[in-house]
């Protein structure tokens, strides 16, 4: 086999590679879009859920939750 050969599989196979990654980051992106699109809606409910809630209960919970994470670590 010559070089030229050589350098033909080669190109092919760099081909090949190239097009399988093209189809993967193709995926990502279609994943990427719908993920993007989820967000925006929790996003839309969390603003929501914000603007209706106590922020003193908010912060109370808050502030229990560190409590209990701080507890938790010091036990562990």
Known sequence: MGVTQA???EG????VEV???NKML???DEHMDKT???MMK???RMKNLIAKSNQCYMW???VLELILL???VIVL
Request: hydrophobic residues 35%; charged residues 30%.
């Open 36 to 38: 993007k699109v989820k």
């Open 26 to 28: 193709e995926d990502v």
């Open 60 to 62: 109370s919970v808050i």
């Open 70 to 72: 701080t507890l938790v």
């Open 19 to 21: 097009n399988r990654q």
């Open 42 to 44: 929790i996003d839309g």
């Open 12 to 15: 092919q196979n760099f081909n």
């Open 7 to 9: 350098i033909k599989y």
